[in-house]
């Protein structure tokens, strides 16, 4: 009762009468102040994560549109976190609200409206369909003409601004553009009293969404005057910053603070005062001379009455004499005494920290046993803060992984290694070719030098090979020789031969089965192939062609002169 004779009395505040009011609140302050903060906490704090992308609010229900693509069931949880449900779209609500909430949006919105039955149902309300509310009751429909009665149909519902807001059947685990979710209030704060409070008014809602344009807002939103700075809180009613303590920091700008009667006030640091118009914000304070040195952190009296700026724990002025910088802790050699102890500096201080290789352990760094997780592929040595790998009898440490070991022969021909259920199955080391002998195979060292592979010299070498060039050029990439510019200069026209062999060189190891640049035998057989057919193509060709001059020849010949036919058979005279 107390709580909302203390709630009505704010009222007071519409006519500007703050002086008078606080007087009449402090007796009843203490006794409404529990219940001020518990419920406004839960209005300010309780929402979080997703914000929505507009939203209006229409006496005690608000609207949010989400622009963010989900599918229905994930649309309804969002809602539900905020204390909220799914749009229920009632008459009023889609008259007024859709238009509104969806004005600047295109796609498709989940509303809260499905189907809980296997099929539509003809001959009840919403066709079978229910809203989240759990409210059949209505007649209001608004159905597009598209709606399907099968049982097959979808069975959730979207709005959009294309279809001019009627209700369209979609699959519920579509995901659409957004959705819209709706929020219950007991009461509201009508935003028209702010007109009489001089200024223009800009809301914030815990909903996440605000403006200047909103007609009434929940409990918990704020509304900051411009240019004052003026602020209220709404709880039923307009309140006034400072406001208690405990919610936003009474709405201070720095600091809220509350007296011996529990009335909370505001502060400000060192070289600021507070702005008399709206008594929450912090103005530079000429007079203050701290205000003239702006220290980063505190301004302090010196022994000789002047201020100087000052720094927390930690840290040091720099060389401004304002600003703060953080001090190397670690410099200190004292610091992190023990053995395997290091020092890591942090911001305002430093810790202490084992060194890699060792955990701490009842106060002390204790060496870690690495080998305990097998790091190695074949075995682990274990030293004080590491571990050292090594490779058993035919391998060396692979040098581009410590960790592991690859096969190694070092000499013309070893014994190759080979599966011991399998003994064709064999494996040799890069550079080495397996041949099989009578009772086992053996690797044999491939010589890289007869393929050609370097541009110049070669020097074949036990799983490898190295390449070299003649004086005035240079080894790139371990094969090709490039001339150097400065002897193209030098050296023409000077007749020298240079065949001295550059000593530089790279060994460079290739696998057996690979093979110089080549033509493969695939690719020889297809060239004789195409040259065959080339030629028998030609000789028919030919053959074509004179055949066709020698039949042009044979008609030319049984032909007169006169251009008439000549006839191998002649008239034959009569005897008379």
Partial sequence: MRAKQFFQQTSVLAAGTRDHLNARLCSNMKDATGLFVAVLAVLVGRLDGLDPDGGLCVESRCFAVFHNSCDFLSAQIHCKERNGLLMTVSPSASRDVLPKLLMNFSGRFWIGLHRVTACPNATSRLEGYEWMTKDTGSDFENWAPSFDSDCTSPRCVTVSDVDKLQWVQEPCDSRVTGFLCEYHFESSCSTKDMVFQGGTPVYSTPLGFGGDDLLSVPPGSIVTLEP?????????????????????????????????????????????????????????????????????????????????????????????????????????????????????NTVGGFKCECEVGFKMTSGLCVDQNECASAPCEHMCHNNPGSYKCSCYDGYIVD???????????????????????????????????????????????????????????????????VCSCRKGFTLVNEVFCERNEDEDEEGEGSGESTTT???????????????????????????????????????????????????????????DPDGGEAHSLHGMGSDA
């Avoid at 600021?272 to 701290?290: K, L, T």
């Avoid at 064999?426 to 050609?452: K, Q, W």
């Avoid at 060994?507 to 695939?522: D, I």
Wanted: hydrophobic fraction near 30%; charge should be negative.
């Fill in 501 to 559: 062999m550059n000593p530089t060189v790279t060994p460079h190891e290739v696998a057996p089965t690979q093979q110089p640049s080549a033509v493969t035998v695939g690719g020889l057989v297809a060239i004789i192939v195409c040259c065959v057919l080339f030629v028998v193509l030609v000789v028919f060709l030919c053959q074509h062609i004179l055949s066709k001059r020698g039949k042009m020849e044979s008609e030319a010949a049984y032909k």
């Fill in 228 to 344: 004052t700075k003026r602020k209220f809180v709404c709880y039923e009613t307009w309140l006034q910053a400072p406001w208690s303590c405990e919610i936003l920091e009474g709405g201070c700008e720095h600091k809220c603070t509350v007296d011996d009667a529990y009335e909370p006030s505001c502060s400000c640091p060192p070289g600021f005062s507070i702005n008399p118009d709206n008594e929450i914000s912090c103005d530079v304070d000429a007079e203050d001379a701290c205000a003239r040195l702006g220290c980063e952190y505190a301004c302090l009296d010196g022994d000789d009455g002047a201020p100087s700026c000052a720094c927390d724990h930690g840290f040091k002025l720099a060389a401004d004499g304002r600003s703060c910088m953080d001090i190397n802790d670690c410099s200190d050699e004292r610091q992190c005494p023990g053995e395997n102890f290091r020092c890591v």
């Fill in 399 to 465: 040098p581009l992984d410590t960790s592991k070991c690859e096969l190694h022969c070092g000499k013309e021909e070893c014994i190759a290694e080979c599966d011991p259920n399998d003994k064709y199955q064999c494996y040799c080391p890069d550079g080495y070719i397996a041949e099989e002998r009578v009772d086992h195979t053996v690797c044999i060292d491939v010589d890289e030098c007869a393929s050609s592979y370097c541009d110049d010299g070669c020097k074949n070498t036990y799983g490898g090979y």
